[in-house]
């Protein structure tokens, strides 16, 4: 897939990025439908990728991947927003009705 930005200028990062997405679709495509090839694409991925947080202990150019220590603590928040509009909903301070409040 040859992607024509009109002028806009492509880093080496983005142009990097561009050809690891193209490959990873194509793998994508030729492994979906194996499950044990599928399986072992995904745990030699999971390898480097472990790999290179650890030779990389800081980000360089950013990543879009959450690590599972802020799914969690996103979960955590969002039970604990969850549970504090639970309590207010069944306050009648907080509930909306007709006319003056009582």
């Not at 202990?57 to 549970?83: F, M, P, Y």
């Amino acid at each position: 897939m040859k992607i024509n930005y009109n002028g806009w200028i492509s880093t080496p990062a983005q142009l990097r990025y561009d050809e690891l997405c193209e490959i990873f679709c194509k793998v994508a495509d030729v492994v979906a439908d194996d499950e044990e090839h599928c399986r072992e694409i995904m745990d030699w991925l999971e390898m480097k990728m472990i790999n290179l947080k650890i030779s990389n202990n800081k980000s360089s150019c950013g990543s879009n991947l959450i690590s599972g220590h802020s799914r969690v603590q996103a979960s955590t928040e969002r039970e604990l927003v969850d549970k504090d509009y639970s309590v207010h909903t069944l306050d009648p301070k907080f509930s909306k009705t007709k006319g003056p409040p009582k």
